[in-house]
């Protein structure tokens, strides 16, 4: 459980609990009591209906106070950086996780990730909580959606007491059907699957070298090469001869050996002169261990935190299918038990839809013979249990899931959805979920299962309280707060609180106008292709076969359900293929574990249009950095032309102060105590960790030398503390500064501080701080940009600046490709290529293609009637 909140974590305050009356918060934040109950039937008895918030100052919220329903859907809007999630998350949820853990034993407190102790003056009448938040799936393939979803285990279950065994074959318990227990793991692969090995071929891969002339090119570089090699002049193996000519046995041991001696090391010496040396017994440069190529390569692999190591060793080795397990993960003993004629690894491998059916089916029959009745019981019991689990999968649009898909290949919103169905039968009563946009990534007739969905939740006697900017979810709340007016420091307020149609009359919500149909819709002509890139034949999970034109030099939305092959031919495809023609191919992720079987296109190409591309920009929503180092100046380079100001001072040159003093990664610049990160961390075991500012620098990151260099009375730690806005207004004159932060502003980030931390960024904003780096640059045509979901996390208002950015990029003559659901932007498109027409083996085919107004009228597609929609409320203009 993480915080969505951002900025820097405070210290324990003590909370006061003050019993209130419910009233609601109109405009400019005054209590309006006409509108607690107002058009709704929650206004329960007064002192027991509402949580009452006073005095929430976490982040940008300044001092709000209000009180919210239980038992309702509450909607948290307001346009990004607004206060939003400080407000859901940073607030109410972990003030809600203190007091639960404040009733657990110390010790296994210890077990949880603790939220920073809120800044409020008091929270009353807040029921427990769980949060399901926007998150990437677990880093490690081990974990797969039917451990999510704890359908894994009930499968385990049903294979060990209800499964056909082999005659003779003794019981075997649930641990046995696992992979990630030493019970059930596969013994050559550990429950991977797959086994990497090395080969002579590819430890050195030009045999004609010398060992001096680093023939073994899997060994280091640097130091530790020379190393391994002085070690087997030691040795006394031929350093100089060509590898092909030394005996086998010497290649054999020098790469695969497991025996790692220690042997004296004469550095700069020659074989000879080592031989001599050893002879006479001098005294060595230090004693050296040898490691083998294989075994340097494998333990590197596996041991290594660098992803630039890792990425090198990998290069090395060669990936295949377990020879024991067929890449099933499972010892021999699991996978000989069957049930319905599969073992367990093959029934893993079905989508839910047809696990669901294949479940139905068998629970009806039994399938058990009367030698055993106590089967048919069991699987009665479970299938039901997994019945109705699969039941709210499937009602989320997730049935062309499979139980072993991993984690790290589901998008956020899939893993969300996941939990969330896992929370609805888990039938809890009397609890919040705070949801954070749910609706991401979420077609919109997949955003109406997911209403449903909550509305099961809520008619169990729970509370929902949900971060969204998605309009068709704010119209089904039962209560609204809408948080502004505008984002960052201009934020923070409470503009209202109440019934969706009081809103109505908030003068100051940017939300009001999108939500009441008061914005001006226009749809503009379409701008005619000038080519078209034509794929052929892609055929790549559940895409077969796949023929589709996209048109180049215009705007292009890829639309269809969750599920449906969108990812697949415009993520995947159509990246790896132009990234192989231009050499641009993507380096694998930083969070690749290297374990998982890589997807693979099993046909397809692009036969016409490659010409016409020059350069491939993907901008996706992966972390643009790893650590707190990491921020939007640095990213984006704006830090690196502020440095320069700050050298060019006359105090800085009379210091002689170059740009790097003023690099808080930099010892001559940084503060010593912290180390340049601004605060110091006190673990306090059983209670969150206290993170304060840095008692010598007091947060600003430098030393007090480098904090006296000025421009216009502001230090480099001050400028990293303005937002965008404000760097925007203080460095009006910097013409280069100007154009990087406008660009910045008009995707929607200037609300985020210069100095921010790129762990706090949501994908979303990384995408944005991505797209803006782009947009800096000089614009030469002739690009293909590929996004996907860029207006994830965007209010409607930033959607629409987000769109201007991409419309100035076809303008320059190249060419957008968008995955998106938002239908906005699929109305004030160009082209639409709609893929569908449901999601895994019913979808991976175009339904439809051409401009919105076509595809609009086109009834096999899902999409129609929701674009249709969004056309029919726009505006016509030339």
């Avoid at 180092?629 to 830090?639: E, F, H, M, V």
């Avoid at 605060?679 to 500012?693: K, M, Q, T, W």
Wanted: net charge neutral.
């Amino acid at each position: 459980m993480t915080s969505a909140g951002r900025g820097t974590r405070h210290l324990p305050k003590t909370f006061l609990i003050e019993p209130q009356q419910p009233s609601a918060r109109g405009e400019e934040g005054r209590l309006d009591k006409s509108l607690v109950g107002r058009d709704s039937k929650r206004n329960t008895e007064a002192d027991g209906g509402f949580v009452r918030v006073r005095g929430a100052r976490e982040h940008n919220l300044k001092d709000v106070s209000l009180e919210i329903p239980r038992n309702s859907l509450v909607v948290f809007t307001g346009i990004s950086g607004s206060g939003k999630s400080s407000l859901a998350f940073g607030t109410l949820y972990a003030e809600a996780q203190r007091r639960y853990l404040e009733s657990v034993s110390p010790y296994a407190r210890r077990l949880f990730h603790q939220m920073a102790v809120p800044e409020v003056d008091s929270v009353d009448g807040l029921p427990p909580a769980v949060a399901l938040q926007q998150q990437r799936g677990s880093p490690t393939t081990r974990s797969s959606v039917g451990s999510v979803t704890t359908l894994s285990n009930l499968l385990r279950m049903l294979y060990s007491r209800a499964g056909d065994y082999p005659r003779k074959q003794s019981l075997l318990y649930a641990e046995s059907f696992s992979p990630n227990t030493p019970e059930g793991a596969c013994p050559n692969c550990h429950g991977i699957g797959r086994v990497h090995e090395v080969s002579e071929r590819s430890l050195v891969p030009d045999d004609g070298l010398t060992i001096r002339e680093r023939a073994v090119a899997a060994w280091p570089t640097a130091w530790q090469g020379q190393n391994l090699r002085d070690i087997l002049v030691t040795l006394g193996y031929d350093v100089d001869r060509p590898w092909r000519e030394l005996p086998k046995k010497d290649r054999d041991w020098i790469l695969f050996t497991d025996e790692q001696p220690t042997v004296p090391v004469y550095a700069g010496y020659t074989p000879a002169e080592t031989r001599r040396a050893l002879k006479r017994k001098e005294e060595p440069s230090y004693q050296g261990t040898f490691t083998g190529a294989r075994k340097y390569v494998l333990q590197t692999f596996a041991t290594t935190q660098s992803v630039m190591m890792k990425r090198r060793v990998a290069q090395f080795l060669s990936s295949s299918d377990c020879p024991v397990c067929k890449g099933k993960r499972l010892k021999p003993e699991a996978l000989s038990v069957t049930f319905a004629g599969m073992d367990i690894a093959d029934i893993s491998r079905l989508p839910l839809k047809d696990l669901n059916d294949l479940l139905a089916s068998r629970g009806q029959y039994g399938g058990t013979s009367d030698d055993h009745p106590e089967k048919a019981l069991v699987v009665q019991r479970i299938v039901e249990d997994m019945s109705a689990r699969l039941e709210v999968l499937l009602d989320l649009g997730l049935g062309y899931l499979t139980p072993e898909r991993s984690t790290p290949t589901l998008s956020p919103s899939e893993l969300q959805r996941l939990r969330l169905a896992t929370q609805v039968r888990s039938n809890l009563f009397g609890v919040v979920y705070v949801l954070d946009e749910p609706s991401a990534g979420l077609h919109p007739a997949d955003t109406e299962a997911l209403l449903r969905t909550l509305d099961r939740l809520k008619a169990s006697g729970n509370s929902l309280f949900v971060v969204e900017h998605e309009l068709d979810v704010v119209r089904q709340a039962d209560w609204v707060v809408d948080v502004g007016p505008a984002a960052g420091e201009h934020g923070g307020e409470i503009l209202y609180s109440g019934p969706l149609p009081g809103l109505a009359d908030v003068k100051k919500s940017r939300t009001r106008p999108y939500l009441f149909g008061e914005t001006e819709k226009r749809v503009r002509r379409t701008r005619p292709p000038n080519g078209w890139l034509k794929l052929r034949g892609v055929t790549r999970n559940n895409l077969d076969r796949l023929d589709v034109d996209i048109p180049l030099g215009v705007f292009t939305c890829v639309t269809g359900i969750s599920g449906s092959g969108k990812s697949s031919l415009i993520s995947q495809f159509l990246v790896d293929a132009v990234a192989d023609r231009l050499d641009q191919r993507k380096e694998a992720a930083d969070d690749d574990d290297g374990l998982e079987a890589p997807v693979v296109t099993l046909g397809g190409e692009i036969t016409k249009g490659l010409d016409r591309i020059k350069r491939l920009v993907v901008v996706d929503q992966k972390p643009i950095g790893r650590t707190p180092r990491s921020n939007l100046a640095t990213y984006t380079g704006l830090l690196d032309h502020v440095r320069k100001l700050f050298a060019t001072t006359k105090q800085a040159r009379a210091r002689r102060y170059d740009a790097g003093r003023f690099s808080f990664n930099v010892a001559k610049g940084r503060c010593e105590t912290c180390q340049g990160e601004g605060f110091v961390c006190v673990e306090l075991l059983f209670l969150p960790s206290v993170y304060a500012p840095c008692p010598t620098c007091k947060g600003a990151r430098y030393n007090a030398k480098t904090l006296e260099i000025k421009i216009r009375d502001r230090s480099i730690a001050d400028v990293l503390s303005m937002t965008v806005d404000g760097a925007f207004e203080f460095f009006a004159d910097d013409e280069p500064l100007q154009r990087s932060l406008g660009v910045l502003r008009e995707v929607g980030l200037g609300y985020i501080r210069l100095g921010q931390s790129a762990t706090e960024l949501s994908g979303g904003e990384a995408q944005r701080v991505k797209l803006a780096t782009e947009l800096q640059r000089a614009q030469r045509g002739a690009t293909l940009y590929v996004l996907d979901e860029p207006t994830t996390g965007l209010h409607p208002s930033d959607v629409e600046k987000l769109m201007i950015q991409l419309g100035g990029l076809v303008a320059a003559g190249n060419t957008v490709v968008v995955v998106e659901h938002d239908m906005s932007v699929a109305a004030a498109s160009d082209w639409i290529i709609d893929i569908g027409p449901g999601a895994g083996d019913e979808g991976g085919t175009i339904v439809a293609s051409g401009s919105p107004k076509e595809v609009a009228a086109i009834s096999r597609s899902r999409t129609a009637r929701y674009l249709a929609k969004g056309l029919g409320e726009a505006t016509h203009h030339e």
